[in-house]
């Protein structure tokens, strides 16, 4: 059985906590979560950058930080991950990273342990779930990554991917928005993947409440305009951009 490579708290032990689910469908709901680390994407404005951007990873981050990897990445067996998840009493778990989808095996191992937890996932919609994961999952987030996200389009907007996702009831799509100009990219998504009807959000980019609150202005008319949900990111507003909340 292989072990989970998580991202780590502060105090260097793995990221698995109980706090509100901030963005998406299910904003508001108390959730466990799990951040597992690592990303086959490299988003310049990834606000985990430490699940993936190391010491050596030339690619470029807005922050220009890079991270040592032996402090950022702990490996924890499935057995122990559910454990903490479980003392943690919470009905529903959230696996987010990085991109989870990359560490399907041990995921699957763990939820065998958690057989009544529901399962959310957050995605870059690039990879899928293996059917061992794909069983478990009540909801699929899905956050394809725009032009502005810095990632080369065959990287981050895989057609059959995306395909299968808009195809599945469980799975929401949550894109980041940073100016007005990306909604059209939205759009152009939207008429050749034909997302079903309130299963798409658009969330402003942001890492304060005062950048998110001054996006939200204008994007509000937006999702108006084009029956779009708009997303916030409550853990920012009720604790600010920081690890394990
Ligand atoms: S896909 Fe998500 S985790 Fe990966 S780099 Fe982009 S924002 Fe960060």
């Known amino acids: 059985m292989a072990d989970l490579i998580l991202a780590t708290n502060d105090d260097g032990g793995p990221e698995i906590f109980a706090s509100l689910q ?3 469908p299910s904003a508001g709901t108390p959730v466990a979560f799990i951040r597992l680390s690592r990303c086959n994407l490299a988003c310049t404005w990834c606000d985990t950058a430490y699940t993936w951007h190391f010491e050596g990873d030339e690619r ?7 991270y040592d990897r032996k402090a ?12 903490k ?3 943690l009493g919470q009905k ?8 989870p989808l990359m560490q399907c095996g041990p995921i699957a191992d763990m939820l ?3 057989p009544d937890i529901e399962v959310e996932i957050e995605t870059n919609g690039t990879t899928r779930a293996s059917s061992h994961v794909d069983i478990r999952v009540d909801q699929y987030n899905v956050s394809p990554k725009l032009s502005h996200s810095g990632n080369a389009a065959e990287l981050a907007l895989i057609e059959e991917r995306l395909e299968h996702y808009a195809a599945d009831p469980r799975a929401f799509f949550k894109f980041v928005i940073a100016s007005p100009d990306d909604i059209e990219e939205v759009r152009e998504l939207d008429r050749r993947y034909r997302f079903k009807p309130g299963h798409v959000f658009l969330m402003p980019e942001g890492t304060t409440s005062a950048a998110l609150r001054d996006k939200q202005e204008w994007l509000s008319r937006h999702c108006v305009e084009n029956g779009y949900r708009m997303s916030d990111r409550l853990h920012i507003h009720l604790y600010g ?5």
């Open 60 to 66: 470029p981050h807005r922050d220009g930080v890079t």
């Open 22 to 24: 901030g963005e998406g």
């Open 92 to 99: 529903r778990l959230v696996i987010t990273g990085g991109e």
């Open 85 to 87: 998840i479980a003392a």
């Open 241 to 245: 951009d920081e690890r394990g909340t």
């Open 72 to 83: 950022n990445q702990v490996a924890v067996s499935p057995a122990k991950a559910a454990a």
């Open 112 to 114: 065998a342990i958690l």
